[in-house]
């Protein structure tokens, strides 16, 4: 992970290497902030580890799994309101929401998607976009 000043995209610093250990990681693809800390998803490790701004590792949650709380590779996030996350998962055609722990909140499988990717949040109108890598998609969700 390369941190970079968000004004002049100067290079600040990096962590990470490549492993299963905390604070390694196999085909990192994509991080979400949520109240002060960086959420990256560990696609291959079935994992997402948090740290802290500057790179400290702070903890991990989820395993390989179709258990709730659990992942096949996670490779879509969304922070949602306060404490939420929603994780897609491009081999489960599934999304989670759970707690910035892990822990698991709800679960909304998509039987007809392929291999869900990027997600993002509309609050104002309560709509989440996910991308379907392998259906050339984009499929709607509604929170409510």
């Given amino acids: 992970v ?64 179709s258990d709730r709380g659990k992942f096949i590779y996670p490779t879509g996030m969304a922070a949602v309101g306060s404490g939420r996350l929603l994780v897609s998962e491009a081999g489960a055609g599934r999304v989670q929401m759970l707690t910035k722990y892990g822990e698991p909140l709800d679960e909304l499988p998509l039987p007809c998607a392929g291999k869900l990717y990027g997600m993002c949040v509309n609050e104002q109108s309560s709509t989440v976009f996910v991308a379907d890598y392998g259906k050339h998609r984009l499929h709607v969700l509604s929170l409510t």
């Fill in 2 to 65: 390369v941190l970079l000043d968000a004004l002049t995209l100067k290079w600040r610093g990096a962590f990470g290497s490549r492993g299963s250990a905390d604070g390694e990681f196999c085909h990192p693809v994509g991080l979400t902030v949520l109240d002060g800390e960086v959420y990256v998803r560990d696609a291959n490790n079935h994992r997402i580890q948090v740290f802290s701004p500057a790179g400290e590792f702070r903890r991990a949650f989820g395993a390989k799994g």
